[in-house]
């Protein structure tokens, strides 16, 4: 195994959703990520990258993210986010690194945490420390670079700090299986980055003015008082590209203001046909700015 010690900056903030608007929070009284949300972020986004080259998923262990120095703690819609820098170690079988370091790198632009359809959690990840052992015990020390990162150089333990009532980690299971069940777990066929101009500024209500926009271009009505397909029928392929309860949005919207001007927006879709292409860009009238394959997570292609 190996052991790779991560420093996510999150540039969007972050929640936690086990079904409160709180977080949950560790001794220190600090916010953190639980183990079972990064491991099943992590697991999920290197399932579809070893898929698309055709080999194993590998088994990954992600510890507790931990805040490092200080957190900006906001409130969206009711409930609580946070901002930071979050440190996590993930172990990984070592023939499948390749595959976990592209998942690492997906996860930035698909964000930790919650509501990621909406933009939540977007960071950059650094992997600032690895090594390689049996001992699971051993949290090895940071490299140099790192310990100038981090200040003074400790990488917090999360066993040591925390302890979930059972309650509390019941939720998260269950929230997060149901998060896993909803998310895609077909192979990456491409990632394709749109960039716009828009004076909605609320990522919440950009997407529903473009779902509503959709509806119109693709002439759908859905019956009578609904807005979204009710879970287990066919979806309209707007529900198809936008998501709804039990399967997840695989278009990320994500708005930057920017000060006296129309916000940036950025949206970022999973596996899109060309149809749906041009009914964003139609709608929007964003631009393509990036096209992404699965060779750009792992340059070699999956071969070794
Ligand atoms: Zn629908």
């Not at 009532?165 to 299971?173: D, E, P, S, V």
Request: aromatic share 8%.
């Amino acid at each position: 195994m190996l052991a790779l010690n991560c420093v996510a900056e999150l540039k969007k903030p972050t929640h936690v959703g086990f079904g409160t608007g709180r977080q949950v929070r560790d001794l220190r009284r600090k916010p953190f990520i639980p183990s079972i949300v990064l491991t099943t972020q992590i697991s999920n986004l290197s399932l579809r990258l070893a898929k698309s080259v055709n080999r194993p998923a590998p088994s990954v262990r992600v510890s507790d993210g931990f805040l490092m120095g200080k957190e900006k703690m906001v409130k969206v819609r009711g409930q609580e986010f946070f901002q930071g820098q979050i440190a996590f170690q993930v172990q990984v079988p070592e023939d499948s690194l390749d595959i976990v370091l592209g998942a690492l790198k997906l996860l930035q632009n698909f964000g930790i945490g919650a509501n990621t359809s909406m933009g939540f959690g977007y960071c950059a990840i650094k992997v600032v420390g690895t090594s390689i052992g049996e001992s699971e015990e051993v949290i090895p020390r940071f490299n140099p670079k790192a310990t100038e990162l981090i200040g003074d150089g400790e990488f917090s333990l999360p066993s040591s700090f925390v302890r979930l009532a059972q309650q509390i980690f019941n939720r998260l299971k269950m929230n997060w299986s149901s998060w896993f069940r909803a998310m895609e777990t077909g192979v990456i066929e491409r990632i394709v980055y749109l960039a716009g101009e828009t004076e909605i500024k609320n990522p919440f209500a950009y997407r529903g003015w473009l779902r509503s926009k959709l509806l119109e271009l693709w002439e759908i009505e859905h019956g009578s008082r609904i807005t979204v397909c009710p879970p287990r029928v066919t979806p309209c392929k707007v529900c198809k590209l936008m998501g709804r309860m039990g399967d997840k949005s695989r278009v990320i919207v994500r708005t930057f203001e920017r000060k006296g001007e129309e916000a940036v927006v950025w949206l970022i879709t999973d596996n899109p046909s060309d149809e749906e292409i041009d009914a964003i860009k139609e709608v929007t009238k964003a631009k393509v700015v990036r096209v992404e394959t699965v060779a750009d997570y792992l340059p070699t292609n999956g071969r070794r």
